[in-house]
C-alpha cells in the first residue's frame, strides 16, 4: 500500500503553553530514540502552535492545528486565520471535529469553506466525520456521513484532493470510552473509501488515508489497526500522555 499511516493527537482544550511545550517535547524525544513505522501529527491548540514547531524536529511527525476561521483575513475578532496557521510552521488543520460541529454551529457550508481556505494556503486537511448514535441505531450511518463528505469536500478537485486525510470519528464512541469495534470501524472505512472511489476513482481512494477516531487508545490500537482499510488513528485523550501516545504509535 503506497498511502501514508498516521498517528495524530488531538489536544483538544488541553494542556497550558508551558505544559504543551513540555509534552510535545517529550513525545518528540521518545520518537527520535525510536523512528516510527507511520507519521505522526500533533494537533495543538493555536497558542501551543509556534512554540510546538521550535520543539519537533523528530523524523516523520509534523505540527497540526485542531480549526481554522472560515474567512481569509480582517475584522473577525478572535479567529485565526490559516495563513496564520501555516505561518507557524503548522502543516495540518483539523476540520469538521464533531465538538465544532455540535457546540460551534459548524455546518457543511461553513466547513466547505475552512477546507478551502485551509488548502489554498498549504495545510493538509484532517476532515472528520461521524454518525450519532440514534443515527447508527437507524441505520442511518452510511448516509450521514456520505452526506457530510458531500457537503464540504466532494468538490474539491482531483490535485487538491491529495491534501485531505479522512478521519471517521463515531460521535457516539468520542470521549466515552465506547470504542467502535475494529470490524465496526473496517466496514465503515471500507465504504467511505468504496464513496472515494466512485467521487475520484479507484487509485485515488486507494491513495487517500482514512483515520479511525474515538476512544483509540494504547489497548486497542494494535487491534485497528490491523484491519486492512484503517490507515491509522485520530486520538484524543491518550495523546496527552507521552507513554499512552507513542504506545500506539508503536502499534505500527
Ligand atoms: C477522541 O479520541 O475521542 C477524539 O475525538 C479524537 O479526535
Partial sequence: ????KIVAGNWKMNETLQEGIALAKEI?????????????????PFIHLASVAQVLDAEGVALGAENCADKEKGAYTG??????????GAQYVILGH????????????ILKEKVQLALANGLKVIFCCGETLEEREAEKQNEVVKAELEGSVFHLSAEEWKNIVLAYEPIWAIG???TATSDQAQEMLAYIRSIVAEKYGKEAAEDTTIL?????????????FSKSDI?????????LKAADFKAI????
Avoid: F
Fill in 1 to 4: 500500500q503506497m498511502r501514508k
Fill in 28 to 44: 518528540n524525544d521518545s520518537l527520535k530514540a525510536e523512528k516510527p513505522n507511520c507519521d505522526v501529527v500533533i494537533c495543538t
Fill in 79 to 88: 479567529e485565526v486565520s490559516a495563513a496564520m496557521v501555516k505561518s507557524t
Fill in 98 to 109: 464533531s465538538e465544532r460541529r455540535q457546540y460551534y454551529g459548524e455546518t457543511a457550508e
Fill in 176 to 178: 466515552t470510552g465506547k
Fill in 212 to 224: 479511525y477516531g474515538g476512544s483509540c487508545n494504547a489497548s486497542n490500537a494494535a487491534e485497528l
Fill in 231 to 239: 490507515d491509522g488513528g485520530l486520538i484524543g485523550g491518550a495523546s
Fill in 249 to 252: 504509535i508503536d502499534a505500527w
